[in-house]
């Protein structure tokens, strides 16, 4: 299948291999034949073995040179996806079992990977995978930076500080990046209009809009679709 994400172009994953796509992503994926997943979703860290795996590839965080591409799956996780597969098919999927499970997967993904691979595999989540976490469920829901601060319990000058320690950059200006990428994914889409852009991204007039596009794609909204829609 072919997959792309935010702003990163089309990817192709084939047989036996895995990617992880970060909360909150903008992700188009088109089958090009015969094609099953297993789509496995976490929204928290919920026991040792998920903790373990965060604090063994913390480390290695600042050294990924990371440009979303999938990973290969080795036997052993093959083998247990496999028998996964098989207990689902027969109707075996009640959450203790799932939860059984994902715990299995990540005590497999520590003994069979090194700490690299597994760095690459989860660099959107590695740092503080916690307030990551937190900053990626509310961003896009929030109208201020003070709004994200009081979610997140912290005082505005703790905040600030905790999020350019952990994202290397201010909140309003790593906001306002995603929101470029979710924007220029957006426009990629057949039939979407300038409306649809600025009612989805909550820009609340055409002249902010078109700043906004300026600045980040140095054309007009107009142009941005076009450019989009032929590349």
């Not at 970060?22 to 919920?46: H, Q, T």
Request: hydrophobic share 35%; with cysteine; net charge positive.
């Amino acid at each position: 299948m072919t997959i792309r994400c935010n702003q990163y172009s089309t990817r192709e994953v084939l047989y036996n291999q895995c990617i992880l796509i970060p909360k909150s992503a903008s992700v188009e994926m088109i089958s090009i034949g015969k094609c099953k997943f297993i789509d496995f979703i976490f929204d928290e860290l919920n026991n040792i073995y998920e903790w373990d795996i965060f604090e063994k590839c913390n480390p290695y965080y600042k050294e990924v040179a990371y440009d979303f591409r999938p990973v290969a799956v080795c036997p052993p996780v093959s083998r247990f996806l496999d028998q996964l597969e098989y207990y689902f098919r027969h109707g075996l999927d009640c959450e203790p079992f799932q939860k059984l499970k994902e715990r299995e997967l990540f005590f497999l993904l520590t003994s069979y990977y090194s700490r690299e691979e597994l760095a690459y595999l989860l660099y959107p989540l590695l740092g503080e995978p916690n307030f990551k976490n937190l900053i990626l469920k509310h961003y896009k829901h929030i109208n201020s930076v003070a709004e994200l601060a009081v979610i997140a319990g912290m005082s505005r000058t703790i905040f600030d500080n905790k999020f350019k320690e952990v994202f290397g950059m201010s909140a309003r200006k790593w906001i306002l990046q995603e929101t470029a990428k979710q924007v220029r994914f957006r426009a990629k889409q057949p039939n979407v209009t300038i409306t649809d852009l600025m009612d989805e991204f909550k820009f609340n007039s055409a002249t902010h809009f078109n700043r906004f596009c300026k600045q980040y794609f140095d054309c007009t909204p107009g142009e941005l679709i076009r450019r989009s829609r032929n590349r």
